[in-house]
């Protein structure tokens, strides 16, 4: 594990992504104690400090880092909210559809048959299609709200986790070790949960982690398209949606602060994702 | 060639793996094209039995069966006809395995631990699933079986990437004895180790069967090593067994001609310097999956005739647990 | 007396690992006559292999030649420039691997990568190109070698694929050819074929051969001298004969002690304790030290070597030769 953060280490790039990785979650977390003001309190937004550039100084009596936008939020601490949402759909999003993909995907590998046969074409013949395209079903079926859109994430990348996760157990399962275990004999469920999974996840980390970023952007094209949580719930993609029609009058920064803000959240994910899969991939390795 | 001492009995193990078409496969054939769907014959009708305390060496080249066969005497593979009984009672049912009374060694002891287990969870876990010994027990338990097998107790909480080969392949024995086997099924279990790690798992083998009582079905390419160990000796070609006999007596005088060309070939150490000669058997070994008619090894025999091409010969039962089949062999000494 | 065809000194081979220097070939030299057949011997992480690599210059980072000399039929081969390597491999100098898979590439029929092998060193027609893989390939053995030209690897078994990689390794006549465990992977009644095969050839083509190989009975049968490595070091060298029937040096008496064909079967072996040094840490003094049952005091420090007559032994404390 020491070896495993030393080579990690190594590569300055994905520590740095790391360490950005960390930031933004430590100020999504934080962000009711940072932020100047809370962006939900309606009744504390003053319109006359609407669409105000960066620095503007205004009722509240600081001054707006990022600006404002067209309902006189602080441009900042809406960010900060925004990214907590994102954040929360995309681990939430995440973790479950690694729950589901990866059950799925060892059942397949271990039950053989019919049963792999089945989830398998499902999984295939989803991972042929683009994952917004389902998503935007799913959402347009089951409608607006929290929960909704993690089915619709879940939906949508649950196939990547259990693709992964049937060619890892498939192999697991060829190997001596499960042959071993089969042969003292244990029974088929410790096999499977005490032997296969723990070999198994390494690569379903590295999947997750590139996966997160996935449904971080697929919530904020949802929400940028006006599919995605309620306008109470403002995430990143909202709120890009909210300042794209100021783009044209000049006032750029409503937009382009929260676009910035989840494309470094987005490429550090992905960084970190690369970093894990290279050191984690024998085949790469010296 | 059953009797009263036997432990294990194999009657007429037959093991066929079928080509797994998929749809693409399937859609070709309709089409025409060469699709391979014979199936591949890994043991045919092999019968023999193990004696109570007795070590049965399996020898054959690669592809010969002679691993299938292992596998399913251990319970990992199900037979596809014939049946392999424990004392009387089978060892397998509906697919999996009915007795923890058969243990087994694997060749490769990188792959056969789990990388991510502590050695000492490795050792202790099936004893634990089935009772042999509690958790509470299991520290003492791992500790008495590390000392067993010649590895320091203190060795318990590492995994498995940190030993050798030799240690790894010690953990493996562990892990089978511990289960307090009555018969241990040995895979080739020297045959990826260097030379003088080979000589000190084979002393641990040889002192543990000693101290335990064990019975043994030990498979090997390396007729030195099975010579070594061996009581009795059975030698495969192309999924049947086609010699059995006491060790020494294969060794010095076998009688099938496939057994005699197999000695031959193996390189001995030469201690004085005259030129040596090899007596390689010809040609290559045929495809099991289109075994030659009559005597599966009558294209490469030197004693073969027209009754070997059209007839193949049954494995006859001789003196003293030897069986032989063969239409020709040769002499004995 | 003439030079010998290839002559190492001190060659040292080293891996620079993340854990440290790993010092696989350390201070390796010998001599080999043109047509000599010598047989390397080792355990895993002894050296054997990498020494075989370091003499056609295929070792790879993180892996370095980092002294000494391989004299080469007099040209020095250590810091020559890879395309002059280039040229003398294959043509002077071949190597045959242990696994005939790697080297066969499985896109090209047999025949077109033996074409392709020919003409890297030579201006040669496809047609001419051609019939000479067809001549070699039925020099080791292959029947109705002209027609198997147009097969891929796959069609070929692992013995075949094997002799076809010897066949490539004849094509130009080489001076030396390296074999690194050329016949590990094989069947023993097909490595059999193989083994008497190559010892015709090598007598009838008068090419010096480097068997490299952990099995002694192999060597024994095959080479004329054998060269006993530990831990990156040559501990014994000498004529098969002589070296086997009585060792000078413990390691090689444990090793010949080890193997159960030497043994009263049922009987324990004699086995050497323990297991090899690290490269990465390797004792000052004799490396083998402790698992030796001779070692004492005096083998902390660097073992001197022993000469008897043309057997030559690294040990402070060597065995009776026996006469």
Known sequence: ??????????????????????????????????????????????????????????????????????????????????????????????????????????????????????????????????????????????????SQLIIALVAAQYAYFARTAYG???????????????????????????????????????????????????????????????PTEPSLGMLIANGFQYMMSGRTWISVYPGIALIVLIVAINLVGDQLRDQTNPRLRR | MTGPDDILVAEALTRRFDPRLTIGDRIAGALGAPVER?????????????????????????????????????????????????????????????????????????????????????????????????????????????ARVGLDPAVAQRFPHQFSGGQRQRVAIARALAMRPDLLVCDEPVASLDVSIQAQILNLFLELRQALGLTCLFISHDLSVVRHVADRVAIMYLGRIVEVGPAARIHAAPRHPYARALLDSVPKLRLDATSVTFRPIAGELPSPLAPPAGCAFHPRCPRASDLCRRERPDLVAGEDGAALACHHPEPAA | MTAPLLSVRDLRTHFMTRAGVAKAVDGVSFDLAAGEILGLVGESGSGKSVTGFS????????????????????????????????????????????????????????GAQMALAVQAHERASDRAALDRAAAVLARVGIPEAARRLSAYPHEFSGGMRQRVAIATALL???????????????DVSIQAQILAKMKALAAESGTALIWISHDLATVSSLADRVLVMYAGRIVESGPVGAVLRAPLHPYTRGLLDSLPAMATPGEKLRQIPGAAPSLLALPAGCAFAPRCPRADAACAAPPPEVAQGSRRAACHHPLEAAA
Request: net charge positive; charged share 15%.
């Open chain 3, 55 to 110: 003499l056609l210059g295929l070792v790879d980072p993180p892996g370095r030649i980092v002294g000494g000399s391989i004299r080469f039929q007099g040209r020095e081969l250590v810091g020559m420039p890879p395309a002059a390597l280039r040229a003398l491999r294959g043509r002077h100098l071949a190597m045959v691997f242990q696994d005939p898979q790697a080297t066969l590439n499985p896109v090209l029929t047999i």
């Open chain 3, 172 to 186: 130009h006549g080489p001076a030396l050819i390296v074999a690194d465990e050329p016949t590990t992977a094989l």
């Open chain 1, 168 to 230: 890892a157990a498939s192999a697991e399962r060829r190997k001596d070790y499960v042959e071993a275990a089969a042969a003292t004999p244990l029974s088929t469920f410790r096999i499977v949960f005490r032997h296969i999974l723990p070999n198994v996840l390494p690569p379903l980390i590295v999947v997750g982690t590139v996966q997160v970023a996935n449904a971080i952007s697929l919530e904020a094209t949802l929400s940028f398209l006006g599919l995605g949580l309620p």
């Open chain 2, 38 to 146: 014979r199936p591949l014959r890994a043991v045919t009708d092999v019968s023999f039995a193990i004696r109570r305390g007795e070590t049965l060496g399996l020898v054959g080249e690669s592809g010969c069966g002679k691993s299938t066969l292992g596998r399913m005497v251990a319970g990992i593979l199900p037979q596809t006809s014939g049946r392999v009984t424990l004392d009387g009672k089978p060892v397998m049912a509906r697919g999996r395995k009915t007795t923890t009374r058969i243990q087994t060694v694997f060749q490769d002891p990188f792959a056969s631990l789990n990388p991510r287990r502590r050695i000492g969870e490795t050792i202790a876990e099936g004893p634990i699933a089935h009772g042999i010994v509690t958790r509470a027990g299991a520290p003492a338990f791992i500790a008495e079986w590390l």
């Open chain 1, 1 to 146: 594990m020491k070896d495993f953060w030393r080579e990690y280490a190594e590569n300055r790039v994905a520590l740095l992504a790391l360490l950005v990785v960390a930031a933004f979650i430590g100020t999504a977390l934080a962000a009711p104690w940072i932020a100047p003001q809370d962006p939900y309190d309606l009744a504390g937004l003053e319109l006359a400090d609407a669409r105000r550039p960066p620095g503007f100084v205004g009722s509240g009596g600081y001054a707006h880092l990022l600006g404002t936008d067209a309902q006189g939020r602080d441009l900042f601490s809406a960010i900060l909210y925004g990214l907590r949402i994102s954040l929360q759909m995309g681990l939430v999003a995440g973790a479950v559809a690694m729950t589901v993909g990866a059950l799925l995907g060892i059942l397949a590998a271990q039950a053989g048959g019919w049963v792999e046969t089945a989830i398998m074409r499902v999984v295939d013949l989803q991972l042929s299609f683009p994952a917004i395209l389902l998503a935007l079903v799913l959402v347009a079926v089951l409608g607006q709200g929290k």
